[in-house]
């Protein structure tokens, strides 16, 4: 069955530090990969997507995701973290007619 | 604004009480979805509209039931709840089940059971 996990509950950052939120997936054949922020009494937002062509996928506000098969990994990563940055994360694999979501992982970015 | 609209923001009601959250879009998509959101705990899925058919309930007790009248608007009817359904009730929809462009989410209804 298709799964995703979010193997940190938390992330701690110090602003201007880079940061990676890890994501890993088990699904067969060729999966729909995909990062959502949600701030706080808010929807989810969708930042990301992947689902063919280069590994490396541009999203919204400045992150990135890598898609790895080798690995089944698709982590979130920023160059440079904001304050601002500071919400909850989550992962998601489509696959089928079906969307599966992690667990959630909390960002927190310290000034 | 997403383009997803949910009312009410938040509700809270008893126990015996009988309710309805409101979900809208106004995005042209054909699929709709049902989330609830406790803390520390995956999202659950747990009606999916396509079309305006229901095409998925994931094991939701009766005291849930969903409503499609037609492609724009989606509710979800509560009655005789129990404390352990307070959590964030989210809409989604995407452009076709499944979402391959992804979702667009609502805001969420806070849901308190007393």
């Known amino acids: 069955a298709q799964s995703v996990a979010q193997p940190e509950d938390q992330v701690n950052v110090a602003e201007g530090n880079p940061l990676t939120v890890k994501c890993t997936y088990s699904?067969?054949?060729?999966?729909?990969l995909f990062w959502y922020v949600q701030y706080p009494n808010r929807g989810l937002q969708f930042l990301l997507k992947?689902?063919?062509?280069?590994?490396l996928v541009k999203g919204s506000y400045g992150f990135e995701a890598e898609f790895n098969k080798s690995q089944t990994s698709f982590h979130l990563k920023k160059p440079s973290a904001l304050v601002s940055d500071s919400a909850l994360y989550f992962c998601?694999?489509?696959?089928?007619?079906?969307?599966?979501f992690g667990a959630g992982t909390r960002l927190t970015v310290k000034p | 604004e997403t383009g997803v609209t949910q009312t009410p923001r938040h509700l809270v009601m008893g126990m015996t009480n009988k309710k309805s959250l409101k979900c809208e879009q106004h995005l042209g998509h054909n699929a709709m979805y049902w989330y609830k959101q406790s803390a520390k705990k995956p999202l659950e899925l747990m009606f999916v509209y396509s079309l305006e058919e229901r095409v998925e309930n994931n094991s939701v007790p009766s005291r849930f039931s969903p409503e499609c009248p037609n492609s724009s608007h989606l509710f979800l009817h509560l009655h005789t709840l129990q404390p352990e359904d307070s959590a964030l009730y989210l809409c989604a929809s995407s452009q076709d089940r499944g979402g391959a462009g992804g979702y667009t989410f609502g805001s969420g209804t806070r849901l308190t059971v007393v």
């Open positions: 998601a694999v489509r696959y089928s007619n079906d969307m599966r």
């Open positions: 992947y689902i063919t062509g280069d590994n």
């Open positions: 699904v067969s054949g060729n999966p729909y």
